[in-house]
């Protein structure tokens, strides 16, 4: 409300401030006394309540710039269902994820997890260009390959064929940034980040030396994406490792 026109009236003495809040004191009652303007309405859509999530993970979950922030669209349903109650349980540990969803119980968490796994969207370019052409090729064989010597499963055994997950429960690699997967399976290394027992990758962060890391991290971050890519059905031949999110009859 535009007070401006409320001034004393023109002359001396103190007469004119006592004329000035007689008349001033009706019109501030009745500012205050009035309705409020309604605010504009919010749909009350999961779609609008997942902006909390947007804000780090990017635009629809696309992920962030930032590389710390990974890809959350298009995941197994699962996956990110258990890593929500991960974040919750204490498992995983993110102060904003575990402030987001400590009150929240499972079915909302499952919505969250449907909301951003039915979400198909175009991935972006690479991320990584011009890396080493030698790390690159170490990092395709631990990605495409493993290392038996080191008792290293290559990462399509479990995450599938085109690396792009594997239902239920087995995230996708490709389109995350080189540095989240670096720190990710760095944390598993140092017992930050835990699954359900069998945790299958934190074993597989103990056996991997800071240069295999590196060069898997790069190769994986390097990859394009496959047209029409989607997470694979089933495992084709049994799991090299026990793992809690994947399915016991590929066990």
């Not at 009236?9 to 809040?21: K, M, Q």
């Not at 590196?214 to 799991?239: G, H, K, M, R």
């Amino acid at each position: 409300m535009n007070f401006s026109y409320l001034r004393p009236p023109p002359g001396p003495g103190p007469g004119r401030w006592r004329a000035w809040r007689v008349h001033l004191l009706p019109v501030l009652l009745a500012a205050a006394l009035a309705p409020a303007a309604a605010a504009p309405g919010v749909p009350d859509t999961l779609a609008q309540r997942m902006l909390a999530c947007t804000a780090c993970h990017g635009q629809e979950g696309r992920a962030s710039s930032e590389g710390y922030f990974p890809r959350i669209a298009g995941k197994p349903a699962a996956y990110l269902f258990n890593q929500l109650v991960n974040f919750r349980e204490g498992r995983r540990r993110g102060a904003r994820m575990g402030a987001l969803v400590e009150h929240l119980g499972d079915a909302y968490l499952q919505e969250m997890a449907a909301y951003f796994a039915s979400l198909d969207l175009p991935y972006p370019p690479p991320a990584t260009r011009g890396a080493p052409a030698a790390l690159l090729a170490r990092g395709a064989q631990l990605a495409r390959e493993g290392d038996a010597a080191r008792h290293l499963p290559a990462c399509s055994a479990c995450h599938g064929p085109q690396l792009m997950g594997m239902l239920p429960a087995t995230p996708g690699l490709l389109a995350l940034p080189r540095d989240y997967l670096i720190a990710q399976i760095g944390r598993w290394k140092v017992g930050v980040r835990r699954t359900l027992a069998p945790d299958c990758m934190a074993q597989i962060a103990q056996r991997l030396g800071p240069e295999d890391l590196s060069a898997v991290a790069t190769w994986l971050s390097a990859q394009p994406v496959p047209a029409q890519a989607q997470p694979a059905a089933a495992p084709t031949a049994p799991l090299p490792m026990r793992c809690a999110g994947a399915p016991e009859a590929a066990r």
